[in-house]
Nanobody, 124 residues
Framework: QVQLVESGGGLVQAGGSLRLSCAASGRTFNSYVMGWFRRAPGKERESVAAIRLDGGRTVYADSVKGRFTISGDNAKNTLYLQMNSLQVEDTAVYYC?????????????????WGQGTQVTVSS
């Protein structure tokens, strides 16, 4: 069983930065694949980024490439999402999710563990 708790959301102006954190329970954190997803008002949930914690391989949505960075700290059982050059279009509730490795997948249906979400609002 894995429990996930996100933090770090908030209100930021366009062009600004935020770092989201996701604290995970469990003793086999580094065997999981973890991802960040988001759901904007009136839109479907979409994958933002995912990472294999046993080797660091990552994948990003085209809309965030070059602006967002996903990383994990296995010693702290924590997943991060560094978000730079934020745009109004990045406004959404952001969720972290986990699945047993090793497949690096971006389909939300492949993830069985989810956090409660954290709101990110980017103002113009």
């Amino acid at each position: 069983q894995v429990q996930l708790v996100e933090s770090g959301g908030g209100l930021v102006q366009a062009g600004g930065s935020l770092r989201l954190s996701c604290a995970a329970s469990g003793r086999t954190f580094n065997s999981y694949v973890m991802g960040w997803f988001r759901r904007a008002p009136g839109k479907e949930r979409e994958s933002v980024a995912a990472i294999r914690l046993d080797g660091g391989r990552t994948v990003y949505a085209d809309s965030v490439k070059g602006r967002f960075t996903i990383s994990g700290d296995n010693a702290k059982n924590t997943l991060y999402l560094q978000m730079n050059s934020l745009q109004v279009e990045d406004t959404a509730v952001y969720y972290c999710a986990a699945r047993p490795g090793p497949l690096l997948l971006t389909n939300a249906n492949a993830y069985g563990y989810w956090g409660q979400g954290t709101q990110v609002t980017v103002s113009s």
